[in-house]
């Protein structure tokens, strides 16, 4: 091998890292990338020089450089405030807004078939019959509904809430890569369950009280659970048609893009359990249970459709960034 020659076509290389380890934690997260880069790129020539070359020189030069670039790569990585915020500003939104069709069409065929069965139930004592006793209906409508809300603790049920529609999400959202199969029974049995009570409320004249226990923390739990089926639908759908890509590339761009939305709904699922523990049974004025409802759901759609235009604009999609902290270390 040519040493000179060999020098004089990575010496640029070599020196640029040696710039970029010496400016030590003052790096952009452009900069990070490209020092991870280099580094990985000059372990490379190093191993290529102590094969090839005798030269003690150069090898002592890159080993050096090699050493201070793994310390340098090993506490790289960006800080966790700047994952964090990207997250929270970038990749959940505009995984979200990217769903919104499919978010919006599960809102509206799920809300349809909750209010038609309602319906149903409100104008059929014989459908009623068959759902529960009279004895059973009276006590689920006078007592047993509104009791729920309150025969916990409040820290201890938004806690429980939290857990289960966690669980509940990640069903739909994950499974949704078996064609979607699971996560349409999640979608129809949330939406019987509360067509069933509804209709139940209603036809015992207890309509006012099932909105306004309801609604407060309903919105935004019904959103979330809507924007998982639409996360997990959109999976199983990618398997049947994945576009131009090829069916692997799509299935783990959209797997990512699913974590993303799973992530983000953990934060969003929280919100909607504390306000069903500390609102829904224990802020006795109904207005003002329904607005704190309102302006949180208000709140989530504005960030959405903020947040989530700006970066799909940008070519965004909520793809998760799983790159690793550490570079391979070769040499």
């Known amino acids: 091998m040519d040493v000179d020659a ?41 191993s290529v020089v102590r094969s090839s070359s005798p030269d003690p020189q150069l090898v002592g030069r890159l080993s050096s450089l090699v050493a201070r670039g793994r310390a340098a790569v090993a506490g790289a990585q960006a800080p ?7 997250f929270a500003t970038v990749s959940f939104p505009a995984a979200a807004y990217r769903m919104r069709w499919w978010w919006l069409g599960n809102a509206v065929l799920g809300n349809l078939l ?28 006078d007592r047993d509904f509104a009791n729920y809300y309150t025969e916990h603790s409040a820290s201890s049920f938004a806690f429980q809430v939290w857990i289960n529609n966690a669980w509940v999400s990640a ?26 009570v509804g209709g139940l409320m209603f036809a015992s004249g207890k309509g006012s009280i099932f909105f306004g226990l309801i609604l407060p923390h ?39 893009s699913a974590v993303s939305i799973a992530i983000g709904l953990v934060g969003v699922l929280l919100v909607s359990g504390l306000i069903e523990g500390f609102v829904t049974g224990w802020v006795h004025v109904t207005w003002l249970r329904i607005g704190i409802g309102v302006v949180a759901e208000v709140a989530f759609l504005s960030y959405v459709i903020v947040l989530g235009r700006r970066a799909t604009r940008r070519g965004e999609t909520g793809d998760a960034d799983l790159r690793p902290d550490l570079a391979p270390v070769s040499g």
Not at 80 to 86: K, N
Not at 124 to 140: F, G, H, K, N, W
Not at 171 to 190: C, D, E, H, Q, R
């Open 171 to 196: 069903v739909a959202l994950i499974f949704g890569i078996m064609l979607g199969i699971p996560t349409v029974y999640v979608l129809l049995m949330n939406q019987i369950n509360l067509g069933v």
């Open 6 to 46: 060999y020098v004089a076509a990575h010496n640029a290389d070599w020196q640029r890292l040696e710039r970029l380890i010496n400016r030590g934690r003052r790096l952009s997260g452009t900069e990070i990338d490209e020092l991870v880069e280099l580094y990985q790129r000059t372990a490379t020539h190093l």
């Open 218 to 256: 309903g919105l935004l739990e019904l959103t979330a659970v809507y924007l998982a089926c639409a996360g997990g639908l959109k999976l199983g759908w990618t398997v049947v048609d994945p576009g131009r890509r090829t069916r692997g590339q799509a299935l783990a761009e959209e797997g990512r």
């Open 114 to 141: 909750a209010l038609a069965l309602a319906i149903w139930i409100v104008h059929s004592p014989e459908v009623q019959a068959t759902i529960a006793t009279p004895d059973e209906i009276r006590e689920l409508v």
């Open 80 to 86: 966790l405030w700047r994952d964090v915020s990207r």
